[in-house]
């Protein structure tokens, strides 16, 4: 999983007319769109200044936790605008949900919370990688920051690497 979060969005809409905020906002939907697709994962929606992306097995030949990190830093170097992103890999149920005429395609379970949170904090110009998902992809953490954070809601601490573009 990838979330990746504009930051400062409220002050930047402040320096903006509607329509050029829209604009910017469209920008940045339309680069993590190519990101995203380039590194081979789906975008699972986007909410208000954040991107959800998906990275599923089946979808790549390439090892799926690789191609989010690949993606993270991809999104830092290419956006417009201040973002920090959270990376990390678990099992979830991926599939529609919903009933009547509320369908949605989606992600659910603690990994996708954990992305969540990871990236709350994340700073501007930060990736939060978790160490499962540094494992899974190969990430070379020999220069990297560790962290063991605690997120909110969460009863257990992750361990998290500080990459950046």
């Not at 599923?56 to 993606?71: D, K, L, Q, Y």
Request: net charge negative; aromatic share 6%; with cysteine.
């Amino acid at each position: 999983m990838l979330f990746a979060d504009v930051r400062g969005s409220t002050a930047i809409a402040e320096r903006l007319s509607p329509e050029e905020y829209s604009r910017l906002i469209a920008r940045f939907y339309g680069t993590a769109a190519h990101v995203i697709d380039d590194s081979d994962g789906i975008v699972d929606k986007f909410v208000g200044d954040e991107a959800v992306a998906l990275f599923i097995p089946s979808f790549s030949e390439n090892e799926p936790a690789a191609n989010a990190i690949a993606a993270a830093r991809a999104l830092l170097e290419k956006a417009e605008v201040p973002l920090g992103v959270g990376v990390h890999a678990g099992k979830c149920f991926v599939g529609t949900v919903g009933e009547g005429d509320a369908f949605d395609f989606t992600a659910l379970g603690d990994p996708v919370n954990a992305t969540a949170r990871l990236t709350s904090i994340a700073a501007a110009g930060e990736v939060l990688i978790s160490a499962e998902a540094a494992s899974r992809g190969g990430l070379d953490t020999a220069d990297l920051e560790q962290r063991t954070l605690e997120l909110r809601g969460r009863e257990q601490t992750i361990d998290a690497w500080v990459a950046a573009a």
